[in-house]
């Protein structure tokens, strides 16, 4: 299946991504694991303020199509 | 969805706190600890509610995340990951990635991947629950449903009539938990049967960025084929009743 937003009422294909290569996998999956070595240090309050804010960004938002 | 995330992390702080255990030992306590990078894969139908409501307790947990989203929803997914961004969490603490389902499989048997969710079709389930029990990786799985809508004898039925269509058709129809067998428990008068289908019948369909609209298109062209197969092989079964 294309990766791709398709307007499920007129079938106009709006935009279409690649798939990430399997190099393109490593990396991310490099960058998750050195990301966790940080993330797992932090304190549980700084990152329910990072999640807070994130919820802070959609409120603020919630009536726009564009976030 | 946003008022939730407050809630949430009320939830998150009590289930992460130490447990204190009575034993022998000066001091026992159980103690949990984020586990590391989980693929999560996440359908297009609530396409943001679905991934925040797995990332946002996990993030919390001091997890990462890597989102393979729906095809469909692509730029929901990159949106998504944008605002985790903003929000200030570091480069890599949540990351999409656009993939289809091939690479699924050995994403899961990275000795980096921890642990995987999915929230999808029953066979999509089983594939991933197998994926990661073959590797001894803990999996959740939210699959399904067919929830049945039960009418009792004693049901004020223009009100069991009106909280079936809705029940039925919330978000287009196409939710987990939206009712799908409908379980009459006593014998509907004429009346009730034929409102319950002059109520579907009257629902308006249309451009769903219209507050008038009810019903907007279903989320692709497959989902209408397959339904419409679906209706047709049932139909004279329904005629025979």
Redesign the interface.
């Known amino acids: 299946?294309?990766?791709?937003?398709?307007n499920?009422?007129t079938?106009e294909v709006v935009?279409t991504?690649?798939?990430?290569t399997?190099l393109q996998?490593e990396q991310?999956?490099?960058?998750?694991?050195?990301?966790?070595r940080?993330?797992?240090r932090?304190s549980?309050a700084e990152?329910?303020s990072?999640?807070?804010?994130?919820?802070?960004?959609?409120?603020k938002r919630?009536t726009s199509a564009l976030? | 969805m946003c008022h939730r995330l407050p809630l949430l992390r009320g939830e998150c702080q009590k289930f992460l706190a130490d447990e204190i255990v009575e034993t022998g030992a000066k001091r026992s306590f159980i103690r949990y600890l984020p586990i590391g990078p989980y693929l999560a894969i996440m359908p297009w139908n609530f396409p943001f509610w679905q991934v925040f409501r797995f990332a946002a307790p996990a993030l919390m947990a001091g997890n990462v995340g890597l989102l393979k989203h729906a095809s469909n929803v692509p730029q929901c997914a990159l949106k998504i990951e944008d605002i985790f961004r903003r929000a200030g969490f570091a480069e890599g603490a949540f990351q999409t990635l656009l993939i289809g389902s091939g690479p699924v499989d050995d994403i899961l048997n990275d000795s980096r991947v921890a642990a995987a969710t999915l929230t999808g079709s029953e066979q999509a389930g089983i594939q991933v629950g197998i994926s990661a029990a073959k590797r001894i990786k803990k999996v959740v799985l939210e699959l399904g449903g067919s929830d049945p809508f039960i009418v009792m004898p004693s049901a004020d039925l223009d009100a069991a009539v009106a909280t079936a269509v809705d029940a039925r058709i919330q978000n287009n129809g196409q939710s987990c938990i939206a009712a799908k067998r409908f379980i009459v428990r006593r014998r509907l008068p004429m009346s009730s049967s034929a409102s319950s289908v002059k109520r579907m019948q009257e629902l308006r369909i249309g451009d769903p960025f219209d507050e008038s609209t009810q019903l907007g298109p279903l989320a692709s062209a497959d989902a209408v084929t397959s339904l419409d197969a679906d209706v047709k092989k049932l139909w004279p079964r329904v005629r025979a009743c």
Not at chain 1, 1 to 6: L, Q, S
């Open positions: 299946m294309a990766i791709a937003t398709i499920p009422a079938g935009k991504f690649d798939a990430l399997s996998i991310k999956l490099q960058l998750a694991a050195s990301a966790f940080t993330l797992r932090t549980f990152r329910a990072k999640v807070m804010r994130a919820a802070e960004i959609l409120e919630k976030i």
